[in-house]
């Protein structure tokens, strides 16, 4: 797979394919969840039953990390983490896509999920200040001052890891794909597309999971 | 492998773009449309339950009331009975007076009447018998004669019969 060329510049930012790709992910959320969520009735049809059901299920999975109160506070962050990175996985198995310029999965390189990740990073600290207040600066000197420094790599080791792992698991999974359809052409691949999708679902979950468990840990009573 | 500054840039502004909107457009509606529901259907429960608490002791007010209006019911009809059956009695009474009197009365008048009608007729029949007398001694009479006045006389007590 070549390096994703750039395709014009924005304000001096260079605009590559994994961004052009990440704006239409961002309008097709867009689009999907206004029309899920526009009219909202009483008395719930089959399509809200089902909208509602899986806002309920993402709501109470995060509950189950970081306990109601917390899980609806950070629940569209956590929410939009989950969808855009799930599309974004599951797009690198329409056709075409990392072959046009303009069209490449977002999560298959790492600059985009060192971006999420710094994100995610920084919505830990936030939260812990913002649960804590400068209370949340003394988990670092826990539970010795002479932990500092381990816990300061710690606490940056988690953004690296966070994007290490999606990016490897979606640009392997891609690179697979690409091998075995140099291989074998137009059938060989669909397995591996079709694990792809499972993949996609899994990295979306474990990205999601460990930052409601920051966050869980940043804002948590003393331990 | 390398990394983009501008792609990472552009990640994060993305991200909390759609953060934003997604927030604005979808969470924050869905979020408090189920929280209204839930507190409307608590507040349903709520009300119903009170609601029903209301009714049952309005039942119970309602038994006692109409258990109550029933006695008093009975009471009257037991006291209207009483009543009837003192009046019946003295009408009664006051009938039989009224029809021994009437009858005692009836009675005398009658009694009156007959004595009245014989004192009459016993006047007529010596008045009758003295005029035949008369007749008798005013002439000379005759067998013949004798016996004419006597069927004359009869005659005529027969007719005032």
Known sequence: MEEAKVLFKILGLEVTGH????????????????????????????????????????????????????????????????????????????????????????????????????????????????????????????????????????????????????????????????????????????????????????????????????????????? | MHLNFSTIIWAIINFLVILAILYKFAYNPVMKFLDNRSQEIANNIAEAERNRSESEALLKEYKEKIAQASNEAQEIIARANKVAEEERNRILAQTREEAAALLERARQEIQRERDEALFALRQEVSTLAVMAAEKILSRNINTEDNQRIVEDFLNEVGEIH
């Open chain 1, 19 to 223: 961004i052009t790709t990440m704006w239409a992910i961002m309008f097709f959320l867009f689009v999907v969840l206004v029309l899920a969520t526009r009219k909202l009735d009483k008395v719930p049809g089959r399509f809200q039953c089902l909208v509602e059901y899986t806002f309920e299920a993402l709501l109470n999975f995060f509950a189950g990390i970081l306990g109601r109160e917390r899980a609806r506070r950070y629940f569209p962050i956590l929410a939009t983490l989950f969808l855009f990175i799930l599309i974004s996985n599951w797009s690198g198995v329409l056709p075409m896509a990392g072959h046009v310029e303009g069209f490449r999965p977002p999560t298959s390189t790492l600059s985009v999920t060192a971006g999420l990740g710094i994100v995610a990073f920084i919505v830990t600290q936030i939260a812990g200040f913002r649960e804590k207040g400068v209370g949340y600066l003394k988990h670092f000197i826990q539970p010795f001052p002479v932990m500092l420094p381990l816990n300061l790599i710690e606490e940056l080791v988690r953004p690296l890891s966070l994007s290490l792992r999606l990016y490897g698991n979606i640009f392997g999974e891609e690179m697979v794909v690409a091998v075995l359809l140099s291989l074998a052409p137009y059938f060989a691949p669909i397995p591996m597309q079709l694990l792809g999708l499972l993949f996609g679902f899994i990295q979306a979950l474990v990205f999601t999971t460990l930052t409601a468990i920051y966050i869980s840990q940043a804002t948590a009573e003393a331990h």
